[in-house]
C-alpha cells in the first residue's frame, strides 16, 4: 500500500505566540511523497479516482481570495494534472459566474445560480463520478460572509469520461437555509434504499451561524483549545473581536465501506461518532429520537476536519495535535497511528486519499 497526501487549510485561525511551542519530532508509518504543490489557493478537497485522476476544490467561502470578482478568472475546482499544473474542471466558463460569484446590485447582496459559486468539497462516489458540493457562498474582499440566495446552494455530478456535467441538484432552501454551510458528502449507491434506485448522500452543515449537523446537531466541545505545532489555537469570530475557542461543529463525514454507518465528529473537539445509516434515511415520526438514541461515541480520534474509510473499515482522521494520521478499527474498538510527521502534517491536513494496490494492504 502507499498513500498519497496532499494538504490544505480551511480556516482563518490565530496562532498565539507561545513561550515553549512543545511539539512532537516523532516520525512514524510509510514515508510521504509529495504529489501536489498548492501555491496560492489552498483546497478544502481532494479526489482521486480509480485510474488515479486527481481533483480539488477551493473554497470562496473560507478565502476572500478565491472569491470571483468577474475579472480574477479564478476557478474554484480543479483537476490536478502534475506536481504543479491544474486545470479549472469540468470547464472554465462554469468556474466564471460573468461578474463575479457575488451579485452587489442587490441588498443584500446575492450570489449567482447556474455557477459554481462557493465549493467546500469534491468528492468521487462508487461509481467513479465527480460530485462537486457548492454552499453558493462567497465571502466579499472584507471578508463577509453572503447568505445563500435561493438556488446557490447545489451538488453538480460530471462524468470523468466526457467532462460534462450529468446532473445539478439544487437544494431547496427548507435543506440548505441560507446560513448553512454545506461541508461534506458521503454515497451510498445501494439501489434498495430509495424508490428510484439513485442512492443515498448524506452531507454535512457546518455553519458557524446556523444550525449544524447532519440531522442531530454536532456541537464543538466548550471550551476546547487544541494544540497544533505546540501552540494554543483560537479562532477570531471577526475584524477587531477577541479570540475564543474553535466552534466548528460537524465538518468531515465518512461511511463505512458496506454503507451501514455513518462516521464524522466536530473539529472543535476530540471525539469521533457514528450512527447507523438506517436512522438517518427513516422518516417516521420518531425518527429523529431514535436517531439520537443510536448515536455512539467511539473515543478519542484526534483534532480533524476530513475523514476517510477503506475497504477494511478503518475510519481514518488527521490528527493534528500530533503530526499524524490514525485509524479507528470498529473491529476491535481502537485508534491505531498510522502515519506521523512533524514536516507535514498539522493543522493544515484536512483530506487525504489511498491508494490500494491489488487490493492489499
Ligand atoms: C512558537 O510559535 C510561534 C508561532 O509560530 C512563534 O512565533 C514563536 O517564535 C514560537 N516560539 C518558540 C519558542 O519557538
Ligand atoms: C490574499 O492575497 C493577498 C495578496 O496576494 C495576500 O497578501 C493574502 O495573504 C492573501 N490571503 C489569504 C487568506 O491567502
Ligand atoms: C443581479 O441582481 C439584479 C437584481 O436582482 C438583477 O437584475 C441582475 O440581473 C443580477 N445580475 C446578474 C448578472 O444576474
Ligand atoms: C457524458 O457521459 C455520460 C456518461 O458517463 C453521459 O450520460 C452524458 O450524456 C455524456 N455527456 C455528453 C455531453 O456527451
Do not use: C
Amino acid at each position: 500500500m502507499y498513500a498519497t497526501l496532499l494538504l490544505s487549510t480551511s480556516l482563518l485561525l490565530a496562532w498565539a505566540s507561545g513561550q515553549n511551542n512543545v511539539s512532537d519530532p516523532g516520525v512514524a508509518g510509510p514515508p510521504l511523497e509529495i504529489v501536489h504543490l498548492y501555491y496560492d489557493q489552498w483546497p478544502t478537497g481532494i479526489t482521486v479516482s480509480k485510474d488515479g485522476r486527481k481533483f480539488s476544490n477551493y473554497p470562496p467561502g473560507l478565502d476572500a481570495n478565491i472569491t470571483n470578482d468577474g475579472t480574477n478568472d479564478k476557478y474554484t475546482t480543479a483537476e490536478l494534472m502534475g506536481t504543479s499544473t491544474e486545470r479549472p474542471y469540468p470547464n472554465a466558463e462554469i468556474n466564471n459566474p460573468p461578474g463575479g460569484s457575488i451579485n452587489y446590485s442587490t441588498s443584500p447582496a446575492t450570489n449567482y445560480q447556474n455557477y459554481l459559486i462557493g465549493m467546500q468539497s469534491v468528492v468521487l462516489d462508487p461509481l467513479d463520478r465527480l460530485w462537486i458540493l457548492d454552499t453558493g457562498r462567497a465571502l466579499t474582499p472584507d471578508a463577509t460572509l453572503v447568505p445563500a440566495s435561493p438556488g446557490g446552494p447545489i451538488l453538480v455530478s460530471v462524468s470523468l469520461s466526457n467532462d460534462s456535467v450529468i446532473q445539478t441538484i439544487i437544494f431547496p432552501p427548507t435543506v440548505a437555509y441560507a446560513d448553512s454551510y454545506l461541508n461534506d458528502i458521503r454515497f451510498d449507491l445501494r439501489a434498495e434504499l430509495t424508490e428510484s434506485g439513485g442512492g443515498v448522500a448524506y452531507i454535512t452543515d457546518s455553519s458557524l451561524e446556523g444550525r449544524n449537523g447532519i440531522i442531530i446537531e454536532v456541537r464543538s466541545e466548550r471550551g476546547f483549545v487544541p494544540y497544533i505545532w505546540g501552540v494554543p489555537l483560537y479562532y477570531i469570530p471577526g475584524p477587531g473581536q477577541p479570540l475564543t475557542t474553535t466552534p466548528l461543529g460537524a465538518d468531515g463525514i465518512t461511511i463505512s465501506a458496506d454503507g451501514s454507518e455513518l462516521y464524522w465528529g466536530p473539529v472543535g473537539g476530540l471525539n469521533l461518532y457514528s450512527v447507523p445509516t438506517e436512522r438517518l434515511r427513516d422518516q417516521s415520526p420518531n425518527s429523529e429520537l431514535l436517531a439520537q438514541a443510536a448515536v455512539q461515541n467511539r473515543g478519542q480520534r484526534g483534532v480533524s476536519d476530513g475523514f476517510e474509510t477503506d475497504t477494511n473499515g478503518y475510519v481514518y482522521a488527521g490528527n493534528m495535535e500530533q503530526n499524524a494520521i490514525s485509524f479507528y478499527n470498529p473491529a476491535n474498538a481502537s485508534p491505531t497511528l498510522f502515519v506521523m510527521d512533524p514536516r507535514s502534517i498539522g493543522w493544515i491536513l484536512v483530506r487525504f486519499t489511498f491508494s490500494f494496490l491489488h487490493g492489499s494492504e
